[in-house]
Nanobody, 118 residues
Framework: QVQLVESGGGLVQPGGSLRLSCAAS????????MGWYRQAPGKKRELVAR???????NYLDSVKGRFTISRDNAKNTGSLQMNSLKPEDTAVYYC????????????WGQGTQVTVSS
């Protein structure tokens, strides 16, 4: 059984930064791709960034150059560094784990709220 726990969300002013963390239990983390998704009110959940077990990454176009995804396989943790935040980044952010870089995985965290507002 895999459990994912996110942390690091909060309220930040436009232009500010936040770092989200995802802690995973179980033994599969290092072999699986990890993704960060977000869902804003009234909108569909969307992929923000994903990182393979080996460190290859892809990003949503609107966050390229501002967000950085990373992982530490030895610690079973992943992170999303978010800089130059905009109001449109406001959403609940979810950590996801799966065995493909091209599909959503079956394991989800509970989500953490990110609010960008002055």
């Amino acid at each position: 059984q895999v459990q994912l726990v996110e942390s690091g969300g909060g309220l930040v002013q436009p232009g500010g930064s936040l770092r989200l963390s995802c802690a995973a239990s179980g033994s599969i983390f290092s072999r699986y791709a990890m993704g960060w998704y977000r869902q804003a009110p009234g909108k569909k959940r969307e992929l923000v960034a994903r990182i393979s077990s080996g460190g290859s990454t892809n990003y949503l176009d609107s966050v390229k150059g501002r967000f950085t995804i990373s992982r530490d396989n030895a610690k079973n943790t992943g992170s999303l560094q978010m800089n130059s935040l905009k109001p449109e980044d406001t959403a609940v952010y979810y950590c996801n784990l799966g065995n493909s870089m091209n599909a959503v995985g079956p394991y989800w965290g509970q989500g953490t709220q990110v609010t960008v507002s002055s």
